[in-house]
């Protein structure tokens, strides 16, 4: 790892804890949003106009101050503001890496704390966000495997990651600018890749990509969301039914032997019954390659053997392979495989007509890579941590 450049930090200022008490309209859905409003005294008759556009306010303007809806009566907006609330988690840290990642603290009710991270590339912006604080899984690899699951994330908290960033990137649409428009985009992407699994928390997660996905607001296709799973096999078909998004599966392994160990949950759902869950994806959502997350482990799943049978194993399913170098994090049980061993492995792969790029770790300088996340705050015996991962997909 090459010498860095010094970080920069900054404590941001600007209160974003929702105060107690009052519901939180960020994270609702446009159902919950209306029924929030019927209940609150809006005419049911008006209610679908209202959350159209109290919508646009919240997630295309990225506006948190009800008095700034001028298309709102006074007396609507004074409702408004006595019965809801617009807030998002608090932001207490952010970093910034000399290669332009930044990674922010983020603190959610209950005082835990997550991280997301912003990865810049020159075409595009990817965020990596978080579905839950821990993880209810235990891949020996992994950081965040290490720490019992302490909460699901709301959608809100969700969403919420996504706002916040926009907010510190400065990336909501200028006034003037149309709904939907184009142009480019600071924050392009999303991948669910953060802390948690993402299908263990399906409905909060679904309903927030539903969210970022709304052509009224967010507006991210949903080809720009990848959501990543260990391989929770009966998930696997909702989201394409329900969420349409891209899918990564943290795959690491070529026989259930290894993959047992790496990601356990292969204890419950095999390789083959993982794999015929995917072969039906592609088609069910009319998308892309599933791309096959694949960390290289030193001595472990990263000989040729593993290549050839990873070959076989992908027949019959539109896939692209993501080395990733594995991250260390003190204590890991791993090494992360030589350069020389990664090139050879994504060669068999790419002879076999598999793209399978090796993904560089980014903001290396302030833990920001996959698997170096890690937040403070929590106080079980092992060390609490969070995986980030880079967008390259
Ligand atoms: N729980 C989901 C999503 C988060 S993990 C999942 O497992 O897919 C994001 C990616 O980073 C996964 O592929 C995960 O296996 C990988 N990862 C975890 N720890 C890592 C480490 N120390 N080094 C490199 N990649 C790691
Ligand atoms: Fe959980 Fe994913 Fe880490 Fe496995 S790799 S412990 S599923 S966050």
């Known amino acids: 790892m090459t010498a860095k450049a010094p970080i920069t930090q900054d404590m941001l200022t600007i209160p974003r804890k929702a105060p107690e008490g009052l519901p939180n ?26 959350v159209g556009q109290l919508w646009q306010w919240v997630y295309h303007w990225g506006v948190r101050d009800f008095a700034v809806m001028t298309n709102l009566s006074k007396d609507y907006r004074a409702m ?26 983020v603190r959610i009710a209950g005082g835990h704390e997550v991280e997301v991270v912003y990865i810049p590339e020159t075409d595009r912006g990817t965020l990596c966000i978080s579905s839950q604080v821990g993880c209810t899984l235990t891949c020996s690899f992994c950081h965040t495997g290490t720490q019992k699951l302490v909460r699901n ?19 909501w649409p200028a006034p003037g600018t149309g709904t939907g428009d184009a142009g480019p985009r600071l924050l392009s992407n999303i991948v669910l890749m953060g802390m948690g699994e993402p299908l263990y928390n399906f409905e ?23 959501l990543s799973t260990s391989g929770v096999v009966p998930e696997i078909a909702r989201t394409a039914q329900e969420i349409g998004c891209l899918l990564a599966v943290s795959f690491h392994a070529t026989t259930d032997e290894v993959r047992d160990t790496l990601v356990p949950i292969n204890k419950r759902w095999n390789i083959e019954t993982l794999l015929e869950a995917l072969k039906a994806y592609p088609k069910a959502t009319n998308s892309e390659r599933i791309t096959f997350e694949y960390v290289m482990l030193d001595g472990v799943n990263d000989t040729d053997a593993d290549a050839h049978r990873l070959v076989k194993l992908l027949d019959g399913i539109p896939a692209k392979v993501n080395l990733i170098p594995f991250n260390e994090w003190p204590g890991a049980p791993y090494k992360r495989s030589s350069n020389n061993r990664i090139r050879a492995f994504a060669t068999i792969l790419m002879q076999a007509g598999y793209a399978s790029p ?7 300088d302030i833990m920001a890579a996959c698997g170096q996340l890690k937040s403070t705050t929590e106080r079980s015996r092992k060390s609490r941590a969070q995986i980030a991962a880079e967008a390259g997909l």
């Open 204 to 226: 909060n997660v679904r309903d927030a990509m539903q969210i970022a996905m709304d052509g009224e607001g967010i507006a991210l296709g949903r080809r720009r969301i990848t």
């Open 80 to 105: 408004l503001a006595r019965n809801f609330v617009i807030a998002l988690p608090e932001v207490v840290t952010r970093q910034v890496s000399d290669d332009g990642t930044r990674k922010y603290l």
């Open 358 to 364: 090796i993904r560089t770790p980014r903001g290396e």
């Open 153 to 171: 994330l709301t959608a809100g908290e969700i969403i919420g990651q996504v706002m916040l960033a926009r907010d510190d990137l400065d990336a």
């Open 25 to 50: 309209l960020v994270g609702m859905t446009r159902d919950q949003m209306r029924a929030a409003l019927i209940a609150a005294g809006t005419p049911e008759k008006q209610a679908k106009m209202r």
